[in-house]
């Protein structure tokens, strides 16, 4: 998996999946795009980075729709695009409100398709093949307690990743999606702090734990590749077993 000469925008960098994924970019030789609402997770990225190729940093709230598209539009040209961004909110059905979902919809799915959007015109200007990995969840699949919003906003992100695929694959843009269960991120430490909480999902994995960071990005690079040149339109588990079960 070598992106020596490959431009990479990964969004969500300054955090989690997202930093693991833009470190390891950047060791295999790309050109790391990174984008993140906060720019002091972008100049620790920097420095972690280090003798590698250092990235293109991007702070921006991806719930502006016009300050998307316009950070997007200042880091072309693009190879490969990593929808990494994220929020969740931990809320019970019935107290979910509109503002939750709108807002999760927000950054979980509309941005992800805004970024895209933006990458596709400019590779299909320029007729030239690319890769996009959407960063979904095992939440797009079942059903979580407490997360209304965050398992709708994932599924509709699955769904537009299939869209994307049959729409794309014929102009050589392969389109995957990675979906983990519960990742060790800032974000999901404290979501699943709660040993009783953990258990029982814990009890649902085969292989007994959660999901490191590092691990995503590694199946997130491999989709990237040309190692993967024949995997299009597909929903990858990262879940230690969980939907074998």
């Known amino acids: 998996m070598d992106f020596n000469g490959k431009r990479v925008l990964v969004t969500g960098a300054g955090k989690g999946i997202g930093r ?3 470190l390891l970019l950047a060791q295999r030789g790309a050109t790391v795009v990174a984008l993140s609402r906060n720019p002091i997770d972008l100049e620790q990225l920097t420095a972690e980075i ?3 190729t250092p990235p293109v940093n991007l702070a921006v709230d991806l719930a502006d729709v016009a300050a998307t598209r316009a950070a997007v539009r200042s880091a ?3 190879d490969g695009l990593v929808n990494c961004a994220g929020i ?4 019970p059905f019935m107290d979910t409100t509109v503002e939750d979902l709108d807002r999760l919809m927000a950054t979980n799915t509309r941005a992800p ?3 895209a959007q ?12 690319g890769a996009i990995v959407n960063v979904s969840s095992i939440a797009a699949q079942v ?3 407490n997360h209304t919003a965050y398992c709708a906003s994932k599924a509709a992100l699955d769904a537009i990743t299939r869209v994307m695929a049959v729409e794309l694959g014929p102009m050589g ?4 999606s990675v979906n983990p269960v519960v990742t060790l991120t800032p974000m999901a430490v404290l979501a699943w702090s709660d040993p009783v909480k953990s258990a029982g999902m814990l009890n649902r994995i085969p292989l007994q734990r959660f999901v490191q960071p590092e691990e995503v990005a590694s199946v997130i690079a491999f989709l990237l590749s040309d190692d993967a040149r024949m995997v299009h339109g597909t929903c990858v588990d990262v879940d230690g077993g969980f939907r074998a079960g």
Not at 173 to 176: G, L, P
């Open 143 to 145: 059903g979580i307690p």
């Open 88 to 91: 969740a909110q931990l809320t």
């Open 113 to 115: 398709m805004l970024v």
């Open 118 to 129: 933006e990458v596709v015109r400019d590779l299909l200007r320029r007729k030239v093949p």
């Open 20 to 22: 693991a994924t833009a």
């Open 173 to 176: 843009i392969r389109v995957n």
């Open 76 to 78: 072309l040209p693009l």
């Open 50 to 52: 280090g003798c590698h």
